[in-house]
Structures are given as structure tokens and as C-alpha cells.
């Protein structure tokens, strides 16, 4: 979603507002920030981090325990940012999908949508500084001295 990554905006818009499941993957986090539309009268939708799934299978049986009131979706739809987690409030994909979680009525999802924003930002802070550190990293070659 950065412009030095050619992505085309309008089709990540669509994804945005008529998919019923999305999983947003960024180059600085391994997390996913997996958003699901389905909302009732008592559950709004939902808009998490959560772990790298190693396969299809594996994030529908994640979406199965986190949301077992509703059913399976048929698609999860994803979207690759490029960059950083902010790419998404700067090219409008965050304007997006807030419209789409406040038209569930659900009080008090916008103070959980914008707990999960910081979220991420935190969480690639982190990994940012762990990148820094080499916590968490290998050298791809040692310099001989």
C-alpha cells in the first residue's frame, strides 16, 4: 500500500468494502490483522491481530474459535502492505474500514478499532527495534575478522 510498491488503491478499496473477511499482511510484523464483517445484534464485527496462519485451513479454524456464533466464511479475501502499519491510514484503506465496522451499531466498537491500530503500531515498533537489535534475528553472513 506505499506508493513505491505498485498496488492498485482502488481495488484494495473494493476488497474493503465488500469482503467478509480480510486479512491485512505486513513486511514488518509477522502478525495479520484479520478483519471480519459479520456482526449481530450483540457482536460487532470483528478487527484483531493475530498470528501468521501456515495455511488456509489454519485461519479458518482461528476465525471458527474466535467467532463461533457465526458461520465460515466461503473466502477470506488479503492485502498485502508493502511498508508500515500506518500505510494504511495514510492511503485511505483505514477510512475504509471504519465506516464498515460503525455501520454494525455495536456501542463501543470504534474505542476497540482504534485499541487495535496502536496495537499494531506498538507491535511493529517492536519488531522494528528486535530487527535493530538482532533480537530475534541471524546474521545471513559474518564478516571473518
Known amino acids: ?12 478499496f473494493e476488497v474493503i468494502d465488500s469482503a467478509e473477511v480480510i486479512t491485512f499482511r505486513f513486511v514488518t ?5 484479520l478483519f471480519d464483517t459479520c456482526h449481530n445484534e450483540t457482536e460487532g464485527p470483528l478487527l484483531r491481530l493475530v498470528p501468521r496462519a501456515a495455511s488456509p485451513e489454519e485461519r479458518l ?3 471458527k474459535q474466535t467467532r463461533p456464533l457465526f458461520r465460515l466464511p466461503e473466502k477470506i479475501s488479503s492485502v498485502w502492505c508493502a511498508k508500515h502499519v500506518h500505510s494504511l491510514a495514510d492511503f485511505g484503506a483505514w477510512d475504509h474500514i471504519l465506516p464498515r465496522i460503525g455501520a454494525s451499531g455495536v456501542s463501543q466498537i470504534a474505542d476497540r478499532t482504534a485499541d487495535a491500530f ?22 545471513l553472513w559474518v564478516r571473518a575478522c
Open 29 to 33: 510484523t509477522p502478525h495479520r490483522l
Open 118 to 139: 496502536r496495537e499494531m503500531e506498538f507491535i511493529e515498533r517492536v519488531e522494528t527495534y528486535n530487527a535493530i537489535t538482532g533480537a530475534g534475528y541471524h546474521d
Open 61 to 63: 479454524k482461528t476465525i
Open 1 to 12: 500500500m506505499d506508493m513505491d510498491s505498485p498496488i492498485n488503491l482502488r481495488a484494495v
